[in-house]
């Protein structure tokens, strides 16, 4: 019974309405990259673009616009340090998994105070670990800078029209300078935080011993799912390896029935318009977007590769599976109280 009300939980939708304004942003945001990539015949760099804009997308607060722009600007150029030092340590697994400790550490001490800097750390972790973890980006990285700027410039001008068109109540967040102040203060999340950064080492440790395809997905995973509250982690494995298995079998259908660049980019739009609305329902139902969208990023990016259908999918939800999994073994590490006799 008590396995019955956790999946219950873990499934339920919450009652809240739908966020029309960002909505429609991360639509706006995330399509023009890959239509711009389509045009130049540029598509394995554009994906880079659109995905660009959903990280933006996610560290967006919604607040008076002056402040979200200045919010916004702070965030690329702290992402692109991520990114720039992730591709100079390229190739350097010992010196890559020093930065992660200590970005992971900072991360597990931030959460739970705030979003500001929760999700800067977050994606600026995700930032290092794509460039560092990229084969043959390093050679190639001037197209992917250009397309994240392009996406960086589209998105000021479409929250500008959006904020214009569409009045909403401003969102206040805390200063991210207070919140790392506070949680560098804090003592009792240390053997949490040091447990995700021990752990999230340990994955990508994995993922380069068995040369796991894409396996910063897994080191993603473990940093996603494992939180402070133990209830909430197990929780959120679930929601990620159920939502990454439905927004699998979503891409992978129509991926099967198409390989047109344009629906492909229609159904990447539709995907990311409701990934917003998904992840205030709940974060399986976001995550089913999120995946499917990331998947036909995949399959527009690499056209005629010989790909089948179904392998980016199955790529994924492995990745997502080990990391989830490890993530669980994790959290009972973290919160767990060993007790000798």
Known sequence: MRIREHLSQSLKLAPAPSPWPRMILCALSVTPPLIIGYLRHDESSAIYGGLFAFTMILNDHFGPLGKRVLHLLTVFFFLACAFSFGLLISGHLPLIMVTLFIMAFILGKSKGLGLELERLLLTATFQLLTASQTPGLKEHFLKPVLYASFSLANYIICLMLVYLVMKHAPNFQRSKRQELLEAI???????????????????????NYYALERGHWMVSTILIVMMPDKTQSYQRSFQRIFGTLLGGVMASVIIYFTDNPLIIISFSAIAAFLAPLGLIKNYWLGNTFIAAFILLFLDFGHPGSGVSDFDY?????????????????????????????
Do not use: P
């Open 185 to 207: 203060k804090k003592k009792d999340t240390i053997r949490y935080a040091l447990t995700l950064a021990t752990i999230s080492c340990l994955g990508l440790f994995i993922s």
């Open 313 to 341: 999918a199955i790529v994924r939800l492995t990745d997502i599976v080990y990391g989830s999994i490890i993530g669980v073994i994790g959290t009972f590490i973290a919160h767990h109280k060993f007790t000798s006799k």
